[in-house]
């Protein structure tokens, strides 16, 4: 089956402890890109990736770093974490053609005390 | 800068009656145009797509180019349609900015029995 795997589903950590959410598709797709998700803020773009070893920042990259040595994953960094950082995270990839929509993964939901 | 906007953060509409979803945007060019749901507890899948011209689970998009909107409308709402619903344009081709995909900040649609 096509999909977009994130996991953990559900994190809770502590300020400052190093985490590491993973993301992994199996249809080949060039595009990668990370979201997350606050109320009232709707989604916003963290890092994206045009292919393996090609990352550019999003819209709100502070605090977060990402890595693709695969075209299959791409796993989303926090090395310090902050309560700030408090979020709903999404993964989401894509064949970079006209009109391809993006598949999204089932989201992380990480709390960060 | 590219920029889309949906007025609406919540809309509520009883069973039955039409709804109307809107989004403007502000990208030059003519950007390919996409319309995400996202379910309670579930992760956003595409719900249509402006070049597909499709009407999906009765919900179709008009592109108004001179008003540069893509509002998303359907013409007898459903309890099942109860959703966040995210407006998506995006630059065609590749390089630059066109990978820096934005979404509105989304309209939260309430269909009341």
């Known amino acids: 089956e096509a999909q977009v795997t994130q996991n953990p589903r559900y994190l809770i950590t502590v300020t400052g402890k190093k985490l590491t959410v993973t993301c992994s598709q199996n249809?080949?797709?060039?595009?990668m890109s990370w979201y997350r998700q606050d109320p009232g803020l709707g989604l916003r773009q963290i890092y994206y990736s045009m292919n393996v070893e090609v990352t550019d920042k999003g819209d709100v990259p502070e605090g977060y770093k990402v890595s693709r040595k695969e075209k299959r994953n791409f796993p989303l960094i926090l090395e310090s974490p902050s309560p700030n950082q408090t979020s709903l995270y999404f993964c989401?990839?894509?064949?970079?053609?006209?009109?391809?929509?993006?598949?999204f993964g089932n989201g992380t939901r990480l709390t960060v005390t | 800068a590219q920029r889309v906007t949906q007025p609406e953060k919540l809309l509520s509409v009883f069973k039955g009656a039409p709804v109307e979803l809107k989004c403007n945007y502000s990208y030059s060019g003519s950007p390919e145009l996409f319309w995400y749901v996202q379910y309670s507890r579930q992760r956003l899948q595409l719900l249509l797509r402006h070049i597909s011209r499709e009407s999906i689970k009765g919900f179709t998009a008009d592109l108004n180019k001179g008003e540069t909107s893509f509002h998303l409308k359907k013409p007898f709402a459903q309890e099942e349609d109860s959703a966040m619903y995210y407006c998506?344009?995006?630059?065609?081709?590749?390089?630059?900015?066109?990978?820096?995909?934005?979404f509105g900040k989304g309209t939260l649609l309430t269909v009341n029995p």
């Open positions: 998506a344009p995006r630059r065609p081709g590749s390089g630059g900015s066109n990978y820096k995909l934005t």
């Open positions: 249809m080949n797709h060039e595009y």
């Open positions: 989401a990839s894509s064949l970079w053609q006209d009109n391809s929509p993006l598949h």
